[in-house]
């Protein structure tokens, strides 16, 4: 039983962390609006070299931050020296004000016009206060406001943190970062996005935590829990190692704990995701869906302008194997120069190599403008059908595909009618790759976009996992790879169950491929077989997950008695 409170915002990232809290020190109290004593001309000096050094101070810290954190201090710098700011401070000035109070009101005022656009103008208004801050903390000759500096580690909570501040956070003390201002475009969420900090910006209530409490920061559902009991602590602790476990784990092909290989692909839906999954170490592409390119265009690409992305593609993944699919047109992705008449009940309706059979030319040219692609650059081009539930759509797909020179052709399986006969399905191709996610609507009847029926929407169904078994089988018999690209993959534990039913690649979205590459490096091949015999022995989706978790921490627990004992 629990009783400690939580509150909630929106989580940056995926992390978690647990720790005592401390508050960012008060702002500078409000400078007092009394005449000034040394006149304007010596007010507008001093006002003038307090954002000069201010504006270079910035700057310091940005070149010391370096990446976006150097972009978003360089766009302070130029705040304090905006020519329209610095005359709406002289006057004032001239006006009688000192030379803070002139600042905090020019400051203030510009930050009203840009809190009065709102959105992503908005979320910079806070930026403005802190360049404020620090110009009448310089003319005041007192410590600019900024983060503590204890020597235990802590959780930071502010009401927004200054740009300045996110930048030079001191990672090895701050554990994590709570604001209760600002959204998920403000400067903090961006930089501690890009820093890996743990965040929960926005979460109402942060003000009134104090610094004798201690609380666990999760990033992934954005809650905070507020005085934790033991066991809530002992939960995250786990977490968090396991976590760090995943981190340690240097990028390099995926691999059961036995050193069987199971490369980890990344799902892309354009050129530009390319460079930062090969960062994460995507062994390949899985899924490459060509659909995402043409979403908006109103008649079909031709060969040219399809072989130009397609060499792009290619060219960024020379030496590797890409996996593109051939437009998958259809329910929640139409392209109207492949879906043209209403239907009813699109989701089983003329889509995927339906859709692309009946306009036969469109086809034609996208395999063309692979074929062409393949030829002019390094990579290994693999290319498939879409939701193909035939033996003959199969049959008809590959032929025409090779004999448009395309070397490797298969087949997705996406429809439980494709995974029950994949045992003659496969001997028509070269390979098939599981879409988890229309398998699962499909054998579920739940429409993958319904919230009402999203229960359903579960890839640890024991029916869906029959069925990916016995695409397994299929290709082990007939030794043709069996891949997955569904979301399924990049669920970690339920990967590796996927690999104990013959999976033999995995493809996800490159954020998941850390945390696959480090369950899967937990466990042999054995294992997995094991885990997949037990999920497949549930009556559920919760009773599959639950037994194989259960097994899981069964084996972690005996690992670390063992190591304990040693
Ligand atoms: C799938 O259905 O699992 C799949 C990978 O294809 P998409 O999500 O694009 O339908
Ligand atoms: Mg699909």
């Known amino acids: 039983m629990s009783d400690s409170v939580s509150l909630s915002g929106v989580g940056i990232g995926r992390g978690l962390a647990l720790g005592p809290i401390l508050r960012m020190p008060d702002p500078l109290p409000e400078p007092a609006d009394v005449a000034s004593t040394v006149g304007a001309d010596a007010e507008k000096v001093r006002s003038a070299g307090a954002l000069a050094a201010t504006a270079a101070d910035i700057r310091l810290r940005g070149q010391r931050a370096g990446g976006a954190a150097k972009d978003v201090l360089d766009a302070q710098a130029f705040m304090a020296e905006d020519p329209t700011l610095k005359d709406d401070v002289d006057a004032r000035i001239t006006s009688g004000k000192t030379a803070e109070r002139a600042v905090y009101e020019a400051f203030a005022a510009f930050r009203d016009l840009l809190t009065s656009m709102g959105g992503y103008m908005g979320e910079r208004a806070t930026d403005l206060n802190d360049v404020s ?29 200054a740009p300045a501040d996110t930048a030079l956070l001191d990672l090895d003390k701050v554990l994590a970062l709570i604001t ?22 926005g979460a109402t209530g942060a003000l ?44 390099g092909p995926g691999a059961l704990a036995d050193g069987t290989a199971v490369p980890l692909l990344a799902n892309l839906g354009s050129v530009d995701g390319a460079e930062p999954a090969i960062e994460k170490g995507a062994e390949g592409v899985g899924l490459f869906r060509t659909e995402f390119l043409f979403l908006d265009a109103d008649r079909a690409p031709t060969v040219a302008e399809q072989q130009e992305k397609y060499t792009q593609l290619l060219t960024a993944f020379a030496g590797k194997k890409v996996v593109v699919r051939a437009l998958d047109a259809g329910a929640d992705k139409p392209l109207s120069f492949l879906n043209d008449a209403p239907e009813e009940n699109p989701a089983l309706g003329l889509r995927g190599i339906r859709a692309l059979r009946a306009n036969e030319p469109i086809l034609r040219d996208q395999l063309t403008a692979l074929a062409n692609a393949d030829a002019a650059t390094d990579a290994d081009l693999w290319v498939m059908a879409p939701m193909v539930s035939t033996v003959e759509e199969s049959r008809y797909f590959t032929k025409l595909a090779k004999e448009l020179g395309i070397k490797t052709a298969g087949v997705m399986i996406e429809v439980p009618a494709a995974a029950l006969l994949a045992d003659r399905i496969l001997p028509e191709t070269d390979f098939a790759s599981i879409g988890t996610n229309d398998l699962t609507q499909y054998t579920l009847a739940a429409d993958r976009l319904l919230g009402s029926v999203a229960s359903f929407q579960d890839p640890w169904h024991p029916a869906v996992l029959r069925l990916v078994g016995e695409v397994g089988r299929a290709g082990a018999s007939l030794g043709k790879p069996v891949g997955i690209c569904g979301e399924a993959a990049a669920d970690p534990l339920l990967a590796v169950v996927l690999v104990g039913l013959g999976a033999t690649s995995l493809s996800m979205s490159p954020a998941a491929l850390a945390d696959v590459r480090a369950e899967l490096a937990r466990f042999s091949l054995d294992q997995a077989k094991e885990f997949a015999e ?23 627990t005996s690992i670390s008695t ?4 040693e």
């Open 208 to 251: 009134e935590l104090t610094d004798d409490q201690t609380v666990i920061v999760d990033a992934t559902t954005g809650a905070v829990t507020v005085d934790p009991t033991d066991e809530q602590k002992a939960a995250a602790e786990a977490t968090i190692a396991s976590r760090a476990a995943a981190a340690d784990v240097p990028v």
């Open 180 to 201: 209760s201002d600002g959204g998920p475009t403000s400067h903090t969420a961006i930089l501690a996005r890009e820093k890996s900090i743990v965040a929960v910006v």
């Open 562 to 565: 063992i190591t304990e004992s």
């Open 534 to 556: 037990l999920a497949l022995s549930a009556n559920s989706a919760v009773e599959a997950r639950v037994a194989v978790v259960n097994a899981a921490n069964a084996f972690t």
């Open 133 to 161: 801050q620090r110009v009448v903390a310089h003319l005041q000759g007192v410590s600019a406001p900024g983060v503590p500096d204890p020597d235990y580690k802590f959780v930071l909570v502010a009401r927004d943190l």
